[in-house]
């Protein structure tokens, strides 16, 4: 079985300053890892995703996440934040390779401080 | 191109009655998929069509919920009787078939439903 652990339901960050958003998985298979954005009245865009290659994977925005095997983590970080930025994250994990079957976190929401 | 576009955007009905949602997925997208975020907690996935053909439905909670994708393009949900727990989000998702590279899902802007 797979599952996704995401850390805080609400980051709050100054603009300017580093985004982390947390998230570990379990997955009895080498996973795929996704993380998805919801803007406010928006459907879910992919902001970046982990297929077996490089362990550091860059996103769309500035974004970036690391797969770190022994840790079970794929963390988000972007270096400065953006008033933009502010939206809902989610965290992704499917062990049957692609697209099929994903499980979600609960998800968190980032509130970007002026 | 046109994105994945679910109606209606919002529906507000009594417990006892039936909804249908609708999906349209990409053009030419073999694959559709329905996920529910209930408030509050994690988006979980419901069903999975190849083309047609229903290729995963163990995410449906219960026998009320009917899904279908007649000719393999367009994609409802129905649920009938509604109950208040299945208020919601619903998302439908859709990706190209396996072994045309790219099988990236592409997510439509959800239903909320509401069950009064």
Known sequence: ?114 | EAGVTQFPSHSVIEKGQTVTLRCDPISGHDNLYWYRRVMGKEIKFLLHFVKESKQDESGMPNNRFLAERTGGTYSTLKVQPAELEDSGVYFCASSQGAGRGNTEAFFGQGTRLTVV
């Open chain 1, 1 to 114: 079985a797979q599952s996704v652990t995401q850390l805080g339901s609400h980051v709050s960050v100054s603009e300017g300053a580093l985004v982390l958003l947390r998230c570990n998985y379990s997955s009895s298979v080498p996973p795929y890892l996704f993380w998805y954005v919801q803007y406010p009245n928006q459907g879910l865009q992919l902001l970046l995703k982990y297929t077996s290659a490089a362990t550091l994977v860059k996103g769309i925005n500035g974004f970036e996440a690391e797969f770190k095997k022994s840790e079970t983590s794929f963390h988000l970080t972007k270096p400065s934040a953006h008033m933009s930025d502010a939206a809902e994250y989610f965290c992704a994990v499917s062990e049957k390779g692609g697209y099929q079957k994903v499980t979600f976190g609960t998800g968190t929401k980032l509130q970007v401080i002026p």
